[in-house]
């Protein structure tokens, strides 16, 4: 595969901020670790909600890409 298209993305549109999140194939982790540091802050509108949808979406797209 190419480098292009092993790039997957992640939004999230909430309170007059846009949240975009850009991972490659196989660093779900990685993000899912950035998704919980950032519902940690209290300067921001992203909470755990947001990180537990956004962490859901990474993965069914895994387990998506594992059923192929």
């Given at each position: 595969m190419s480098e292009v298209s092993d790039?997957?993305?992640l939004s999230l549109v909430k309170g007059g901020h846009q949240y975009?999140?850009?991972y490659r194939e196989g660093e779900e982790e990685s993000l899912i670790q950035a998704l919980m540091?950032?519902?940690?802050?209290t300067d921001l509108t992203f909470?755990?909600?947001d990180a537990a949808v956004l962490s859901r979406?990474?993965?069914?797209?895994?387990l998506?890409?594992?059923d192929q």
């Open positions: 790039l997957r993305q975009v999140f850009r540091e950032l519902a940690d802050r909470d755990w909600f979406q990474a993965n069914d797209r895994l998506r890409r594992l």
